[in-house]
C-alpha cells in the first residue's frame, strides 16, 4: 500500500488552484469556494498551509460575498449556505474572521431559519438537514447561536431521525452517513448528542465498512473515500469509532492515491478530484495517521484552529 | 455474495392488499437476486471516473467541450446579472443546465423567470393555459437535467418548485417516477420526491406499504424500500392507536417477511436494520423501577462523623457523612425523564417532599437518565434516630416517560429505616491517611455469607402488582421465542454473522421481558449461550471485534450481577485490618475480565470500592449510577482522554482513585470530546478563569480539558502514572485543583 504521498499531493492541490480552463473546472466554477475550503483545509493538514498567497485567497472569497450577507459559489454566482459555511471556514484557516461583517453574514443565515426549525438553503426554500448543519456550524465559529432558536433548530434535525438510528435530509428520508454526519455534527456543537442513540447508530455506521477496508454511506453500496469522513467523524463524535477495522482503512484511501501525480480518488484507479483528496486526507487526520494535523469531527476544521476561536489560544 | 447468489428464491407472500396473508407461493412472487451496488449505474461527475490519461482526440474534444461550456456560463451570468428573461435567453439558462445540472443559479435565474412571467400575468388577466404552458417547459427542462444527473439537488428541487405552483398533472409525476425508480432503486432524491408527490396526491400510507411489498419482490435487497416501510409502519401504529391485536398481528407478518429476505441471503444487509427494529417495538415496554440505593426493607446506619468504629459493620448498612445528608438512587430499566418532586414522593419525619431536588444522573443525557439522585438529611439538632421510616413512592402520578416516549405507570415504593447511633465519637484530627493499595495480597476473598441479604441482595422486593405481567409482554415472549427457534433453525444449516447477531439480541430481548413477568413462568436466561455467541462472532467478523467485545461486556456484566452467590465470587475484603478512615473494605473486583465497558449497574448501587483494573475500559459511562463509591481502580486500561473520565465529575464521595496506565494524552482524536459539556459546544458558558492559573506556571490551554474533569473532584489518592498526558505543567495544575490530594503516585505529599 506504501505510504501517504504528501509532497505529491501538496503539489496536485496547488496545480488544480492554477488550472481553471479544462472541462472538470468549468463544471466545478460554480462552487469553486467548496473547493477552495477543500484544497485550503488538506494542505493545512498536511502542514503546508503556506505554500498559498493568503492575501489574494482572503479577497477573492470577500469578492463571493453579496450585499445580503451570503456568499456565492463564485464571483457572481448567487448566495447560498452551502457556500457561506466555506467562506468562515476558510477565513477561520487564515485566522481572518475579522475581516467579515460578522452581524450581516450571521442576519443572513439566521434570517434562513424557518418556523419549525429547520433552514432554507437560500431564498428558494429548499430544505435540508444539510442546511441545519451549515447555519449552526458558521453560527458557532462565528459565537451567533443566540440568533436563532437552536431549541426548534435541534428539534427538526431529531424529526429526521430514523429507526436505523440514523438521519435523512427530511422527516421519512432515508439515512445515508452524509447527513448522519450533518446531522449528529449539529447535534455535537449544540450540546445535544444525548439525543442520539449511540448503540444503534455505531453499529449501522460500522456496518459501512467493506471487504476492503473502505466504507460506504449506505447499506449494499460500494464503498468510496468521501464517506471516510462521513462515516468516521459521526462515529468519533458518538464515541464508536473502535467499532471498525481503522488499519484496513487507511490501506483502502492510501489505496486511492495517485502515486504519480497526486490526489486521491472515490476508489482505486479512478480519476482523482480535491473532493476526495481532502476526505481521504482529513479521513487520514481522523484515523491518526502519523506527520498530519488533528481534525476536528465536528467543525471539520483542523483542532488548532476550533481550539483557537473556542478556547482563545 | 453467498452461495445462494443467482437463484431465484421463492417468498411466501402474495402482493394484494396491507396485510400480508402468512403461506400461499405464487410464482409472481419470486424474488431474483441480483448484485446491486453503484457501481451498475454512474451518474455523478466525481466519482467513479477512470483515472487513465486521455488520448490527444480525446484531450482535444473535451478542451473544445470545455471552452464551449465556459463560454455559456459567462453568456448566462450576464443574461441573469441584467435581468434578461427573453426566450432566447431561456433557451440559453436551459442548454446550461442540461450541460450542468447542478449550476444553481441557473436554477434560481429560471424560477426568477416564471416569477417575472407569473407577476407580468397578474397584471392583466390569468390565462391559465399559458401559465401551464410555462410550467410544463421547466419540468421538460428538469426531465432532460436529470437525465444527465439524476443526482442533482438543484433539478429535483427545482421540479418541487414548480409543482407547488399548482397546474400540474401528479399521475405524470408517478409514471416519471416510475421510470427513474426502476433506472435506480435506491435513489434517495427519487424517494423523497415520491414522499413529497404522494403528500400532495394524498395517496394513503396503506397504498405506499404495497409499493414498497412491489419493490422488495422485484429485488429485496433494497435498503431504501425496507426503509419507507418501516416509516409508513411508524405511521400507522400511531394513527391506529394502541389496538394491539392489530399492531400484533403485523409485527408477526413482518417477521415473517424479513426473516425470508434475511434468510435468503444472510450477507445482504437491506433487513438487517429492519429486523432489528421489529425486534425494537417487542420490548418497547413500560420502564420499571429496578432497584434502589438504600435498598427497600433495610435500616440504614448512619454516622456524622469520619469515624466508623470498629464493630460488625453488619447486619446493618453504615453509611458516614460528616454534611448530615445520604443519597437516594433511582435506577430505572431506561433512561426517563420527569423524575421530582410531583411524580416521586419521600415520607420523612424531618423532611418537606417539596424541597427535593432530583438529579439524572447521566453523564451526557441531560434531563433524562436510568439513574436518578436526590439527597435527605437530617437536622442538625438530631443526635439520635432510631428506626426512623422513610418511604419513597415511585410515580405516584404520572409523568415518568422513557426515552422512546412510555409511561411508568405501576406505583412502586421502597421503605427503609434510618438510625443515627447516639454514641459517636469526636473525629480525631490529623490523622494520616493511609494510601490504598491495589496489591493482590491486600484482597482476601470474600466467604463469608452472614451478611445481611438486604445489603448483598439490593434486589429489593418492589411491590409489582399481577397487572404488571400484561397481555402483550405474553404475545412478545411467544413471538420472540419463535424468532429464536427460526434463528437456530438457520445456524444449523449456516455459520453466518447476522444469524448469530440476531440470537444474541432476540435471546437479550428474551431476558429483558423476563424482568416483566411476574411470576417469571421458568424461563431462564442462557447469558453463557450470549456469551458464547459473542466470542464466535469476534472470530467470524474481526472487523467488527470491538462492537463485539463492547456487547459481550455488557453481558457479562449482567451475568455477574444476576444473583447475590454470583456478585459474592468478585467480593473481596481489603486489608487486613480495619481502616479508620474509609468504608470501603469490602471491593468489587471486576479486574481482568476483558470488560470493554460498563453498564447494568443497576444491583452494584451500594459498592463503594471497586476494582476494574486490567480490563480494555474505553468508556465508563454508567459509572455515574455508584454514588457510595470512593475508590476506584480504572488503571491498565484503554481510556484516551480526560473527557472519558467525565462520569466521575459526579461521584462526589470519590477519595481514590488509580487511573495509570492508560492511553490518555497518547491520541490526537478525543472521541469523548462531545459527549460531555465542553467548551466546543453550545452548552456549556465558558465561565473559567485561565489567568488565575497562568500566576502559578499553568497554561490551561494545553490542559483544560484535565482542568474540567478534576476540579469538582476532592481526591486524596492519585495514581496517574503512566499516561503520556503527564507532565510537570499537569502536576502543578491537579495540585492546585484538589489541595486535599496526600498521595500522589504513590508518594505522600505532605
Same mark, same amino acid.
Given at each position: 500500500?506504501?505510504?501517504?504521498?504528501?509532497?505529491?499531493?501538496?503539489?496536485?492541490?496547488?496545480?488544480?488552484?492554477?488550472?481553471?480552463?479544462?472541462?472538470?473546472?468549468?463544471?466545478?466554477?460554480?462552487?469553486?469556494?467548496?473547493?477552495?475550503?477543500?484544497?485550503?483545509?488538506?494542505?493545512?493538514?498536511?502542514?503546508?498551509?503556506?505554500?498559498?498567497?493568503?492575501?489574494?485567497?482572503?479577497?477573492?472569497?470577500?469578492?463571493?460575498?453579496?450585499?445580503?450577507?451570503?456568499?456565492?459559489?463564485?464571483?457572481?454566482?448567487?448566495?447560498?449556505?452551502?457556500?457561506?459555511?466555506?467562506?468562515?471556514?476558510?477565513?477561520?484557516?487564515?485566522?481572518?474572521?475579522?475581516?467579515?461583517?460578522?452581524?450581516?453574514?450571521?442576519?443572513?443565515?439566521?434570517?434562513?431559519?424557518?418556523?419549525?426549525?429547520?433552514?432554507?438553503?437560500?431564498?428558494?426554500?429548499?430544505?435540508?438537514?444539510?442546511?441545519?448543519?451549515?447555519?449552526?456550524?458558521?453560527?458557532?465559529?462565528?459565537?451567533?447561536?443566540?440568533?436563532?432558536?437552536?431549541?426548534?433548530?435541534?428539534?427538526?434535525?431529531?424529526?429526521?431521525?430514523?429507526?436505523?438510528?440514523?438521519?435523512?435530509?427530511?422527516?421519512?428520508?432515508?439515512?445515508?452517513?452524509?447527513?448522519?454526519?450533518?446531522?449528529?455534527?449539529?447535534?455535537?456543537?449544540?450540546?445535544?448528542?444525548?439525543?442520539?442513540?449511540?448503540?444503534?447508530?455505531?453499529?449501522?455506521?460500522?456496518?459501512?465498512?467493506?471487504?476492503?477496508?473502505?466504507?460506504?454511506?449506505?447499506?449494499?453500496?460500494?464503498?468510496?473515500?468521501?464517506?471516510?469522513?462521513?462515516?468516521?467523524?459521526?462515529?468519533?463524535?458518538?464515541?464508536?469509532?473502535?467499532?471498525?477495522?481503522?488499519?484496513?482503512?487507511?490501506?483502502?484511501?492510501?489505496?486511492?492515491?495517485?502515486?504519480?501525480?497526486?490526489?486521491?480518488?472515490?476508489?482505486?484507479?479512478?480519476?482523482?478530484?480535491?473532493?476526495?483528496?481532502?476526505?481521504?486526507?482529513?479521513?487520514?487526520?481522523?484515523?491518526?495517521?502519523?506527520?498530519?494535523?488533528?481534525?476536528?469531527?465536528?467543525?471539520?476544521?483542523?483542532?488548532?484552529?476550533?481550539?483557537?476561536?473556542?478556547?482563545?489560544? | 455474495?453467498?452461495?445462494?447468489?443467482?437463484?431465484?428464491?421463492?417468498?411466501?407472500?402474495?402482493?394484494?392488499?396491507?396485510?400480508?396473508?402468512?403461506?400461499?407461493?405464487?410464482?409472481?412472487?419470486?424474488?431474483?437476486?441480483?448484485?446491486?451496488?453503484?457501481?451498475?449505474?454512474?451518474?455523478?461527475?466525481?466519482?467513479?471516473?477512470?483515472?487513465?490519461?486521455?488520448?490527444?482526440?480525446?484531450?482535444?474534444?473535451?478542451?473544445?467541450?470545455?471552452?464551449?461550456?465556459?463560454?455559456?456560463?459567462?453568456?448566462?451570468?450576464?443574461?441573469?446579472?441584467?435581468?434578461?428573461?427573453?426566450?432566447?435567453?431561456?433557451?440559453?439558462?436551459?442548454?446550461?443546465?442540461?450541460?450542468?445540472?447542478?449550476?444553481?443559479?441557473?436554477?434560481?435565474?429560471?424560477?426568477?423567470?416564471?416569477?417575472?412571467?407569473?407577476?407580468?400575468?397578474?397584471?392583466?388577466?390569468?390565462?391559465?393555459?399559458?401559465?401551464?404552458?410555462?410550467?410544463?417547459?421547466?419540468?421538460?427542462?428538469?426531465?432532460?437535467?436529470?437525465?444527465?444527473?439524476?443526482?442533482?439537488?438543484?433539478?429535483?428541487?427545482?421540479?418541487?418548485?414548480?409543482?407547488?405552483?399548482?397546474?400540474?398533472?401528479?399521475?405524470?409525476?408517478?409514471?416519471?417516477?416510475?421510470?427513474?425508480?426502476?433506472?435506480?432503486?435506491?435513489?434517495?432524491?427519487?424517494?423523497?420526491?415520491?414522499?413529497?408527490?404522494?403528500?400532495?396526491?394524498?395517496?394513503?400510507?396503506?397504498?405506499?406499504?404495497?409499493?414498497?411489498?412491489?419493490?422488495?419482490?422485484?429485488?429485496?435487497?433494497?435498503?431504501?424500500?425496507?426503509?419507507?416501510?418501516?416509516?409508513?409502519?411508524?405511521?400507522?401504529?400511531?394513527?391506529?392507536?394502541?389496538?394491539?391485536?392489530?399492531?400484533?398481528?403485523?409485527?408477526?407478518?413482518?417477521?415473517?417477511?424479513?426473516?425470508?429476505?434475511?434468510?435468503?441471503?444472510?450477507?445482504?444487509?437491506?433487513?438487517?436494520?429492519?429486523?432489528?427494529?421489529?425486534?425494537?417495538?417487542?420490548?418497547?415496554?413500560?420502564?420499571?423501577?429496578?432497584?434502589?440505593?438504600?435498598?427497600?426493607?433495610?435500616?440504614?446506619?448512619?454516622?456524622?462523623?469520619?469515624?466508623?468504629?470498629?464493630?460488625?459493620?453488619?447486619?446493618?448498612?453504615?453509611?458516614?457523612?460528616?454534611?448530615?445528608?445520604?443519597?437516594?438512587?433511582?435506577?430505572?430499566?431506561?433512561?426517563?425523564?420527569?423524575?421530582?418532586?410531583?411524580?416521586?414522593?419521600?415520607?420523612?419525619?424531618?423532611?418537606?417532599?417539596?424541597?427535593?431536588?432530583?438529579?439524572?444522573?447521566?453523564?451526557?443525557?441531560?434531563?433524562?437518565?436510568?439513574?436518578?439522585?436526590?439527597?435527605?438529611?437530617?437536622?442538625?439538632?438530631?443526635?439520635?434516630?432510631?428506626?426512623?421510616?422513610?418511604?419513597?413512592?415511585?410515580?405516584?402520578?404520572?409523568?415518568?416517560?422513557?426515552?422512546?416516549?412510555?409511561?411508568?405507570?405501576?406505583?412502586?415504593?421502597?421503605?427503609?429505616?434510618?438510625?443515627?447511633?447516639?454514641?459517636?465519637?469526636?473525629?480525631?484530627?490529623?490523622?494520616?491517611?493511609?494510601?490504598?493499595?491495589?496489591?493482590?495480597?491486600?484482597?482476601?476473598?470474600?466467604?463469608?455469607?452472614?451478611?445481611?441479604?438486604?445489603?448483598?441482595?439490593?434486589?429489593?422486593?418492589?411491590?409489582?402488582?399481577?397487572?404488571?405481567?400484561?397481555?402483550?409482554?405474553?404475545?412478545?415472549?411467544?413471538?420472540?421465542?419463535?424468532?429464536?427457534?427460526?434463528?437456530?433453525?438457520?445456524?444449523?444449516?449456516?455459520?453466518?454473522?447476522?444469524?448469530?447477531?440476531?440470537?444474541?439480541?432476540?435471546?437479550?430481548?428474551?431476558?429483558?421481558?423476563?424482568?416483566?413477568?411476574?411470576?417469571?413462568?421458568?424461563?431462564?436466561?442462557?447469558?453463557?449461550?450470549?456469551?458464547?455467541?459473542?466470542?464466535?462472532?469476534?472470530?467470524?467478523?474481526?472487523?467488527?471485534?470491538?462492537?463485539?467485545?463492547?456487547?459481550?461486556?455488557?453481558?457479562?456484566?449482567?451475568?455477574?450481577?444476576?444473583?447475590?452467590?454470583?456478585?459474592?465470587?468478585?467480593?473481596?475484603?481489603?486489608?487486613?485490618?480495619?481502616?479508620?478512615?474509609?468504608?470501603?473494605?469490602?471491593?468489587?473486583?471486576?479486574?481482568?475480565?476483558?470488560?470493554?465497558? =460498563?453498564?447494568?449497574? /443497576?444491583? *452494584?448501587?451500594?459498592?463503594?470500592? #471497586?476494582? %476494574? +483494573?486490567? $480490563? @480494555? !475500559?474505553? &468508556? =465508563?459511562?454508567?459509572? /455515574?449510577? *455508584?454514588?457510595?463509591?470512593?475508590? #476506584?481502580? %480504572? +488503571?491498565? $486500561? @484503554? !481510556?484516551? &482522554?480526560?473527557?472519558?473520565?467525565?462520569? *466521575?465529575?459526579?461521584?462526589?464521595? #470519590?477519595?481514590?482513585?488509580?487511573?495509570?496506565?492508560?492511553?490518555?494524552?497518547?491520541?490526537?482524536?478525543?472521541?469523548?470530546?462531545?459527549?460531555?459539556?465542553?467548551?466546543?459546544?453550545?452548552?456549556?458558558?465558558?465561565?473559567?478563569?485561565?489567568?488565575?492559573?497562568?500566576?502559578?506556571?499553568?497554561?490551561?490551554?494545553?490542559?483544560?480539558?484535565?482542568?474540567?474533569?478534576?476540579?469538582?473532584?476532592?481526591?486524596?489518592?492519585?495514581?496517574?502514572?503512566?499516561?503520556?498526558?503527564?507532565?510537570?505543567?499537569?502536576?502543578?495544575?491537579?495540585?492546585?485543583?484538589?489541595?486535599?490530594?496526600?498521595?500522589?503516585?504513590?508518594?505522600?505529599?505532605?
Amino acid at each position: 500500500m506504501g505510504e501517504l504521498k504528501t509532497e505529491k499531493h501538496v503539489e496536485y492541490i496547488l496545480s488544480v488552484e492554477k488550472r481553471k480552463d479544462d472541462f472538470v473546472s468549468v463544471v466545478m466554477e460554480h462552487l469553486r469556494l467548496n473547493g477552495a475550503y477543500w484544497g485550503l483545509t488538506t494542505l493545512d493538514i498536511l502542514g503546508k498551509l503556506e505554500a498559498v498567497d493568503q492575501d489574494e485567497v482572503v479577497s477573492w472569497v470577500m469578492q463571493c460575498q453579496h450585499k445580503s450577507g451570503g456568499f456565492g459559489g463564485n464571483i457572481g454566482h448567487d448566495p447560498h449556505l452551502l457556500y457561506t459555511l466555506s467562506a468562515i471556514q476558510v477565513l477561520a484557516l487564515f485566522d481572518k474572521i475579522e475581516v467579515l461583517d460578522i452581524e450581516k453574514v450571521s442576519n443572513y443565515i439566521a434570517g434562513l431559519q424557518n418556523e419549525d426549525g429547520s433552514f432554507s438553503g437560500d431564498m428558494w426554500g429548499e430544505v435540508d438537514t444539510r442546511f441545519s448543519y451549515i447555519a449552526i456550524c458558521s453560527l458557532a465559529l462565528l459565537h451567533q447561536l443566540d440568533k436563532i432558536n437552536v431549541e426548534k433548530a435541534v428539534k427538526y434535525i431529531l424529526s429526521c431521525q430514523n429507526l436505523d438510528g440514523g438521519f435523512g435530509c427530511t422527516p421519512g428520508a432515508e439515512s445515508h452517513a452524509g447527513q448522519i454526519f450533518c446531522c449528529v455534527g449539529a447535534l455535537a456543537i449544540t450540546g445535544s448528542l444525548h439525543h442520539v442513540d449511540e448503540d444503534l447508530l455505531g453499529w449501522w455506521l460500522c456496518e459501512r465498512q467493506v471487504k476492503s477496508g473502505g466504507l460506504n454511506g449506505r447499506p449494499e453500496k460500494l464503498p468510496d473515500v468521501c464517506y471516510s469522513w462521513w462515516v468516521l467523524s459521526s462515529l468519533i463524535m458518538i464515541d464508536r469509532v473502535h467499532w471498525i477495522d481503522k488499519e484496513k482503512l487507511v490501506k483502502f484511501i492510501l489505496d486511492c492515491q495517485d502515486k504519480e501525480n497526486g490526489g486521491i480518488s472515490d476508489r482505486p484507479d479512478d480519476a482523482v478530484d480535491v473532493f476526495h483528496t481532502y476526505f481521504g486526507v482529513a479521513g487520514l487526520s481522523l484515523l491518526e495517521y502519523p506527520g498530519l494535523k488533528a481534525i476536528d469531527p465536528a467543525y471539520a476544521l483542523p483542532v488548532d484552529v476550533i481550539n483557537r476561536i473556542f478556547l482563545g489560544n | 455474495m453467498n452461495q445462494t447468489s443467482g437463484t431465484t428464491v421463492a417468498i411466501s407472500l402474495i402482493t394484494s392488499g396491507f396485510i400480508l396473508p402468512r403461506k400461499g407461493v405464487l410464482s409472481s412472487c419470486q424474488i431474483q437476486i441480483t448484485e446491486v451496488g453503484e457501481g451498475r449505474k454512474r451518474y455523478r461527475k466525481m466519482h467513479g471516473i477512470s483515472r487513465k490519461t486521455p488520448s490527444q482526440d480525446e484531450q482535444e474534444a473535451s478542451d473544445l467541450k470545455a471552452a464551449e461550456l465556459r463560454d455559456l456560463q459567462s453568456q448566462f451570468l450576464h443574461l441573469h446579472h441584467n435581468k434578461i428573461y427573453t426566450k432566447e435567453a431561456l433557451e440559453t439558462s436551459a442548454k446550461l443546465l442540461v450541460v450542468n445540472p447542478e449550476h444553481y443559479t441557473g436554477w434560481n435565474y429560471r424560477k426568477l423567470a416564471v416569477q417575472h412571467f407569473l407577476d407580468h400575468q397578474s397584471e392583466t388577466e390569468v390565462d391559465s393555459e399559458s401559465i401551464q404552458l410555462v410550467l410544463n417547459e421547466e419540468l421538460r427542462v428538469v426531465e432532460n437535467a436529470l437525465k444527465k444527473n439524476f443526482k442533482s439537488y438543484g433539478a429535483w428541487y427545482h421540479r418541487k418548485w414548480v409543482l407547488s405552483k399548482g397546474h400540474s398533472s401528479m399521475d405524470k409525476e408517478l409514471r416519471l417516477l416510475g421510470k427513474f425508480q426502476k433506472l435506480d432503486s435506491r435513489n434517495f432524491h427519487a424517494w423523497n420526491y415520491r414522499r413529497f408527490i404522494t403528500m400532495l396526491k394524498k395517496i394513503s400510507d396503506e397504498e405506499e406499504l404495497q409499493y414498497t411489498t412491489d419493490m422488495i419482490f422485484d429485488n429485496f435487497s433494497n435498503y431504501s424500500a425496507w426503509h419507507n416501510r418501516s416509516v409508513l409502519l411508524s405511521h400507522l401504529f400511531e394513527k391506529r392507536g394502541k389496538g394491539h391485536s392489530h399492531k400484533e398481528s403485523i409485527l408477526e407478518e413482518e417477521f415473517e417477511f424479513v426473516r425470508n429476505a434475511l434468510f435468503t441471503d444472510p450477507d445482504d444487509q437491506s433487513g438487517w436494520f429492519y429486523h432489528l427494529w421489529l425486534l425494537d417495538q417487542m420490548v418497547k415496554l413500560e420502564p420499571l423501577l429496578l432497584s434502589s440505593w438504600p435498598p427497600h426493607g433495610c435500616c440504614l446506619y448512619l454516622s456524622v462523623d469520619d469515624y466508623i468504629g470498629c464493630g460488625n459493620l453488619f447486619p446493618r448498612i453504615h453509611f458516614q457523612s460528616k454534611d448530615r445528608m445520604f443519597p437516594i438512587v433511582l435506577y430505572f430499566s431506561e433512561a426517563v425523564e420527569g423524575v421530582n418532586s410531583s411524580t416521586v414522593t419521600i415520607e420523612y419525619e424531618y423532611y418537606s417532599n417539596d424541597d427535593v431536588i432530583w438529579r439524572p444522573l447521566s453523564a451526557n443525557r441531560f434531563g433524562c437518565a436510568q439513574a436518578w439522585l436526590t439527597y435527605l438529611n437530617f437536622p442538625d439538632e438530631v443526635h439520635f434516630l432510631k428506626d426512623s421510616p422513610v418511604k419513597v413512592v415511585v410515580a405516584q402520578f404520572p409523568g415518568i416517560v422513557s426515552t422512546n416516549g412510555v409511561s411508568f405507570s405501576q406505583t412502586s415504593y421502597i421503605e427503609f429505616s434510618l438510625c443515627v447511633p447516639s454514641h459517636d465519637r469526636e473525629h480525631t484530627e490529623g490523622q494520616t491517611i493511609p494510601r490504598i493499595l491495589w496489591k493482590n495480597e491486600k484482597f482476601h476473598p470474600h466467604i463469608t455469607e452472614s451478611h445481611d441479604a438486604s445489603l448483598l441482595n439490593p434486589l429489593h422486593q418492589l411491590k409489582i402488582t399481577e397487572e404488571g405481567k400484561s397481555k402483550s409482554s405474553d404475545w412478545s415472549m411467544k413471538t420472540i421465542a419463535n424468532e429464536i427457534a427460526h434463528c437456530r433453525d438457520l445456524l444449523s444449516s449456516t455459520n453466518c454473522k447476522i444469524g448469530k447477531l440476531t440470537l444474541a439480541r432476540l435471546l437479550m430481548a428474551q431476558s429483558k421481558l423476563i424482568s416483566y413477568c411476574i411470576p417469571n413462568d421458568g424461563v431462564k436466561v442462557h447469558y453463557e449461550e450470549i456469551l458464547g455467541l459473542y466470542h464466535d462472532l469476534m472470530e467470524l467478523d474481526p472487523v467488527h471485534i470491538c462492537y463485539y467485545e463492547d456487547e459481550h461486556s455488557l453481558v457479562l456484566l449482567k451475568q455477574v450481577t444476576l444473583s447475590m452467590e454470583s456478585i459474592l465470587r468478585y467480593c473481596h475484603q481489603y486489608g487486613d485490618s480495619i481502616s479508620p478512615s474509609m468504608d470501603s473494605h469490602f471491593c468489587l473486583r471486576l479486574n481482568d475480565l476483558s470488560l470493554s465497558r =460498563i453498564g447494568n449497574v /443497576e444491583r *452494584l448501587l451500594w459498592i463503594q470500592m #471497586l476494582d %476494574l +483494573s486490567h $480490563n @480494555k !475500559i474505553r &468508556s =465508563i459511562e454508567g459509572l /455515574e449510577a *455508584l454514588q457510595l463509591l470512593s475508590c #476506584l481502580n %480504572l +488503571s491498565n $486500561n @484503554k !481510556i484516551c &482522554s480526560f473527557a472519558a473520565l467525565d462520569p *466521575l465529575r459526579m461521584l462526589k464521595s #470519590l477519595k481514590v482513585l488509580d487511573i495509570s496506565y492508560n492511553e490518555i494524552g497518547a491520541h490526537s482524536v478525543d472521541t469523548r470530546r462531545y459527549l460531555c459539556s465542553f467548551p466546543m459546544t453550545h452548552a456549556v458558558k465558558n465561565d473559567w478563569n485561565f489567568e488565575e492559573f497562568a500566576n502559578v506556571g499553568v497554561d490551561l490551554t494545553n490542559h483544560w480539558d484535565a482542568f474540567f474533569i478534576f476540579r469538582g473532584l476532592n481526591l486524596i489518592q492519585l495514581d496517574i502514572l503512566g499516561n503520556a498526558v503527564v507532565s510537570d505543567q499537569l502536576k502543578q495544575l491537579l495540585f492546585k485543583l484538589m489541595p486535599s490530594l496526600n498521595w500522589f503516585d504513590g508518594e505522600n505529599r505532605n
